[in-house]
């Protein structure tokens, strides 16, 4: 057996006394020479090494203060980025490492810092690995938290120093598909509440960009972005702060890429579709959707969601709405009962993706929830029958008539005015599709504009 197998064989043994918590306790003096030896390892022992000090780390607090005490973060780094092209699995067990030294405290979060910033957090967010970019994250995040981390996060969020690790990290993210949550937890915190989604949005496309030329002004990190902003949103909102300044920059996202989407070509897929417009129109509206109904810790202070109405969200989004063409149940009971008459709807503007319409519902009716002010406008707006369409089934909208439902019960509950204009619709040769009929309601079509309503039945 040559040396090498010998020492390797050696340190698999190692590897299999630490992982247990005896195991690590045991092996402390193991970890001055792995840190030791790490700058002289051969390609696989740097790896087998890093494995070791990474569980060595893990949880075991006179290993962590050790390893700061002999300058392991900056040995660890300097190991991991010596070959001319990073390895992955050394890059990852490296970040494993020193994710486990930064878990123990600010005096660890400090040194693990500075042994990686700003330089080597680049490099390493260069690698187009999901394995690598997890644990990654993972240190950001860790450092950016808790005492100091206010400071850090600032200096992450520096425009030369620390913008270019994280537009680094979101581009390998994108490419590899990431969808772990330490990414989420990252960038919610510097997007919302280090306030920088702006800056780091448009940094997604510099100039010298090839995927922004030819006039696209989207590309798939924005995508990305928002759409890892929108999970994060949907599946944590009683553990973020979501501030008004973020919910007010993703309505001017929403607002731009609806100018910069074709809705003359018919959506055939949800969110993502692979086209970065569209999925930048879609996950924007999902933020929009849950930043809507977002609830404040201090209920005396106004949510997002009021900024959002002041800067004439219902007005616009009911815009958007009412450019569609109608629900596919509507076109095809106006279809059966019109016949070879069907009036033409060639002004019609499509679904660019499966849920734009239902999205859009669902924002309305969350901005309707106890408010009589848009109850009122939409009223105001000649609003009623274009959400009263919205209440049936649509095959290219899943769980639109559940949301239209919300949003009638929302826009009527309380309010005397909405419940007798609903109440006073007139009956002009109605269309009556079982959907609706169910809900004492049946479509009838406008003789002026060919436009289907729906009004009670009798």
Excluded at 51 to 64: I, K
Excluded at 112 to 127: C, K, S
Excluded at 172 to 193: D, G, N, P, T
């Amino acid at each position: 057996m040559s040396r090498r197998s010998e020492h390797e064989e050696a340190l698999a043994s190692l590897l299999e006394v630490s992982r247990t918590p005896e195991g690590r306790a045991a092996l402390s003096d193991e970890l001055a020479n792995a840190l030791d030896l790490l700058p002289v390892s051969s390609s696989r022992t740097l790896l087998l090494r890093l494995r070791l000090l990474r569980n060595l780390l893990a949880g075991d607090e006179l290993n962590q203060v050790t390893f700061v005490h002999l300058s392991g973060p900056a040995i660890v780094a300097s190991s991991a980025l010596s070959s001319p092209s990073v390895a992955p699995d050394v890059a990852r067990a490296a970040l494993q490492a020193l994710g486990n030294a930064a878990l123990a405290g600010e005096y660890h979060r400090a040194a693990v810092w500075d042994a990686l910033f700003p330089g080597a957090l680049r490099e390493l967010a260069g690698v187009k690995d999901a394995g690598v970019l997890d644990p990654l994250c993972m240190v950001l995040d860790t450092c950016c938290s808790g005492e100091g981390g206010r400071g850090r996060l600032e200096e992450l969020c520096h425009d030369e120093l620390g913008l270019p690790i994280l537009v680094e990290v979101v581009n390998s993210a994108s490419q590899v598909e990431h969808k772990e949550e330490w990414i989420e937890w990252l960038l919610f915190k510097v997007c919302v509440e280090e306030q920088k989604f702006q800056t780091l949005f448009a940094a997604l496309c510099s100039t010298n960009d090839a995927e922004c030329s030819g006039g696209e002004e989207y590309n798939a990190k924005h995508a990305f972005l928002l759409g890892t902003l929108a999970k994060c949103l949907t599946n944590h909102p009683k553990e973020v702060t979501v501030s008004d300044s973020f919910a007010l920059d993703v309505f001017d996202v929403y607002k731009h890429a609806a100018e910069a989407v074709d809705f003359t070509r018919r959506g055939s897929s949800p969110l993502p579709t692979g086209c970065p417009a569209i999925d930048v129109l879609g996950y924007s509206l999902q933020l929009l959707r849950d930043i809507c109904a977002w609830e404040s810790p201090s209920s005396e202070t106004q949510g997002p969601v009021d900024s959002l109405l002041q800067t004439g969200l219902v007005k616009r989004l009911l815009k958007y709405l009412g450019e569609l063409e109608p629900p596919s149940t509507i076109r095809k009971s106006m279809a059966r009962g019109q016949g070879d008459n069907q009036p033409a709807l060639a002004d019609g503007k499509v679904c660019p993706y499966i849920g734009y319409r239902r999205d859009i519902v669902a924002i309305i009716a969350n901005c309707l929830h106890g408010r009589k002010e848009v109850q009122d406008e939409i009223r105001q707006l000649n609003g009623i029958m274009l959400l009263l369409q919205q209440c049936v089934v649509d095959e290219e909208n899943p769980y639109l008539r559940e949301w239209g439902l919300l949003a009638v019960k929302n826009l009527l509950e309380g309010n005397v005015e909405n419940q007798k204009e609903v109440s006073e619709l007139e009956m002009q040769e109605p269309v009556i599709t079982p959907e609706i009929a169910n809900i004492g309601l049946k479509v009838e079509i406008d003789k002026e504009t060919g436009r289907p309503k729906l009004v009670n039945t009798p």
